[in-house]
């Protein structure tokens, strides 16, 4: 099927494709120069090059990693891909964070703005706090430790708004 009748469909499965089999030559093909990944929790990164190395770095940190599509919802020139993927922190460091060798389990969303067959833009959104709690960077939900950590926070911050207050008064 040639890239100019590929539908948004088409392409965003192709993706996830390369992907899920690791391809990240493939991965590379389906980016324009201009193409741009924004990964809400972690940040973004344009052109090929610099997406192909965020999904090597990826794949390092996660031997195992694994994504599966739930649904494609796709209209015009946008396709939207419900996702969940599963690895274990076993490899190389992820952005900056050693491997703890705990598992991660997420779900998202990636919104996929397409044109001749390839992503332009890809905005993806998934729990970055989740993912933290779950390689062992922020304490499990609910447990003693998030509790003291929301206490503390909150200390904290009821601290900044008095010293705030008072700096008001002053003026």
Same mark, same amino acid.
């Given at each position: 099927?040639?890239?100019? *009748?590929? +539908?948004?469909?088409?392409?965003?499965?192709?993706?996830? #494709?390369?992907?899920? $089999?690791?391809?990240?030559?493939?991965?590379? #093909?389906?980016?324009?120069?201009?193409?741009? %990944?924004?990964?809400?929790?972690?940040?973004? &990164?344009?052109?090929?090059?610099?997406? @192909?190395?965020? &999904?090597?770095?990826?794949?390092?940190?996660?031997?195992?990693?694994?994504?599966?599509?739930? @649904?494609?919802? $796709?209209?015009?020139? +946008?396709?939207?891909?419900?996702?969940?993927?599963?690895? *274990?922190?076993? =490899?190389?460091? &992820?952005?900056?964070?050693?491997?703890? =060798?705990?598992?991660?389990?997420?779900?998202?969303?990636?919104?996929? %703005?397409?044109? %001749? =067959?390839?992503?332009?833009?890809? +905005? $993806?959104?998934?729990?970055?706090?989740?993912?933290?709690?779950?390689?062992?960077?922020?304490?499990?939900?609910? $447990?003693?430790?998030? @509790?003291? &950590?929301?206490?503390?926070?909150?200390?904290? +911050?009821?601290?900044?708004?008095?010293?705030?207050?008072?700096? #008001?008064?002053?003026?």
């Amino acid at each position: 099927m040639a890239s100019q *009748t590929r +539908t948004p469909e088409d392409v965003a499965r192709g993706v996830f #494709e390369a992907v899920s $089999s690791h391809n990240l030559d493939k991965l590379r #093909e389906m980016v324009p120069a201009d193409g741009v %990944d924004d990964f809400v929790p972690v940040g973004e &990164f344009r052109g090929p090059d610099a997406i @192909r190395g965020f &999904f090597a770095e990826i794949f390092a940190a996660f031997p195992d990693f694994n994504i599966t599509i739930d @649904r494609i919802v $796709s209209a015009g020139s +946008t396709a939207v891909v419900q996702w969940h993927l599963s690895g *274990t922190f076993t =490899g190389g460091a &992820f952005q900056g964070i050693h491997p703890t =060798g705990r598992r991660v389990e997420l779900r998202g969303v990636d919104v996929m %703005d397409i044109a %001749d =067959g390839k992503v332009r833009h890809n +905005t $993806s959104y998934f729990d970055g706090a989740a993912m933290a709690r779950q390689i062992g960077m922020l304490p499990r939900q609910d $447990s003693a430790a998030d @509790r003291a &950590f929301l206490a503390a926070f909150n200390a904290r +911050t009821r601290f900044a708004t008095q010293v705030q207050t008072m700096r #008001e008064r002053r003026t």
